[in-house]
């Protein structure tokens, strides 16, 4: 599946081939990147960005939790897609990296708006969360520009591997709030 973004930005479901520009772009920005993100430091193949995405590609169709490769002018960027999935009570939590080089053009920002639209209209979903590390200015900036509300901290949400627990700001948006 294609999401058309922009004419810039596209998002492509993500394939057993992606597996190299994901770790490429992990390897070479691990400090960046690892400082929110908990899977880098665990992150240290191919063979297990690839494990990633085949975990994500046995998940029957009807019921995968939609992971998506960022494209920009046809190149990897990063990663967004859907997490915790829960089809009962319709609600849905977006998930997103970018790589370092491609921040703040909105890559981001026009990529959730996608996200949206596509778990509203075509998944019937009724909520939409997005958790962001307490502290990451440039992550919080996206659900805070697109109308999400602050609900809270959620303390002590995401572990580390190296035990420490990261707070996480929690932000929603409900189907009946869209413009």
């Known amino acids: 599946m294609i999401l058309t973004v922009t004419d810039q930005i596209i998002l492509r479901e993500i394939e057993l ?5 994901i770790f490429q772009t992990i390897n070479t920005q691990r400090e960046y990147l ?4 908990p899977f880098v430091e665990l992150t240290k193949s191919v063979d297990f960005s690839r494990s990633f995405i085949q975990s994500v590609l046995d998940v029957p169709y009807e019921n ?3 992971t998506f490769v960022v494209l920009y002018d046809g190149k990897f960027a990063g990663v967004a897609g859907f997490k ?9 939590e977006i ?6 080089p491609y921040q703040h053009k909105g890559i981001m920002t026009d990529s959730v708006i996608a996200l949206m639209k596509f778990a509203f209209d075509e998944l019937d979903m009724n909520r939409i ?3 962001c590390g307490v502290g990451n200015v440039s992550s919080r900036s996206i659900p805070i520009r697109l109308g999400f509300r602050f609900e809270g901290i959620e303390r002590a949400g995401e572990l580390f591997p190296d035990g420490r627990f990261l707070d996480l700001e929690v932000y929603s948006r409900l189907k ?3 413009k």
Do not use: A, F, P
């Open 17 to 21: 081939e992606d597996s190299v520009d």
């Open 34 to 37: 690892g400082r929110w993100l």
């Open 64 to 66: 995968r939790d939609h």
């Open 84 to 92: 915790d999935t829960d089809r009962t009570n319709k609600k849905t």
């Open 95 to 100: 998930g997103y990296w970018l790589s370092e």
């Open 129 to 131: 969360q997005i958790h």
């Open 176 to 178: 009946n709030e869209q």
